[in-house]
């Protein structure tokens, strides 16, 4: 899939871990989870809106496309 999901790599300059963000957003560590490996469908502007406010991050921090071609 050409989108890649950088949420990792925020998580850890933030200092926080996975189970306290899902908490904080209000998503279950399951769901969470399915994001960060880039095996969700599609995200809720809802959830990538409360992600950047809890990461003081922007969209494009922790979403990225990579052409396949």
């Known amino acids: 899939m050409p989108?890649?999901?950088n949420l990792d790599s925020m998580l850890e300059k933030r200092n926080m871990k996975s189970n306290e963000l899902a908490e904080r957003i209000g998503i279950t560590t399951a769901n969470l989870s399915i994001l960060k490996t880039g095996k969700a469908k599609a995200v809720r502007f809802s959830?990538?809106?409360a992600i950047c406010r809890e990461l003081e991050c922007q969209p494009g921090d922790i979403l990225e496309f990579e052409d396949e071609t």
């Open 47 to 49: 959830t990538l809106e």
């Open 3 to 5: 989108i890649i999901v």
